[in-house]
């Protein structure tokens, strides 16, 4: 599975961004999708992941309520709505894809990547 994330840039507090992760390969139904981040200087965080039917989703409390994972399987895409941002949220947004029943929010736990896009939430 090869990913492609686009749709960052820079954006001021309280708005918001829409990204999106296009994906190539026959099976990318199967695969369980999430999206991670990393700030200079920090570990690579999670954001939210969302199962291979698109059926259930999960997100840690830093982002919860303002941001929602969701695919088309059709379109072979995932997305991140992103609402209400806060500089904090500022990073490289990475997609990623697991062969996987479950949701997992550990980056080592992934098998294949995007390269990335940036996000900037100025004050």
């Known amino acids: 599975v090869q990913l492609q994330a686009s749709g960052g840039g820079l954006v001021q507090a309280g708005g918001s961004l829409r990204l999106s992760c296009a994906a190539s390969?026959?099976?990318?139904?199967?695969?369980?999708m999430g999206w991670f981040r990393q700030a200079p200087g920090k570990e690579r965080e999670f954001v939210a992941a969302?199962?291979?039917?698109?059926?259930?989703?999960n997100y840690p409390d830093s982002v919860k309520g303002r941001f929602t994972i969701s695919r088309d399987n059709a379109k072979n895409t995932v997305y991140l709505q992103m609402n209400s941002l806060k500089p904090e949220d500022t990073a490289v947004y990475y997609c990623?894809?697991?062969?996987?029943?479950?949701?997992?929010?550990?980056?080592?736990?992934?098998?294949?990547w995007g390269q990335g896009t940036q996000v900037t939430v100025s004050s």
């Open positions: 990623a894809a697991v062969y996987s029943d479950y949701l997992l929010s550990s980056p080592a736990r992934y098998d294949y």
């Open positions: 390969g026959r099976t990318f139904s199967r695969y369980a």
């Open positions: 969302i199962s291979w039917r698109g059926g259930t989703t």
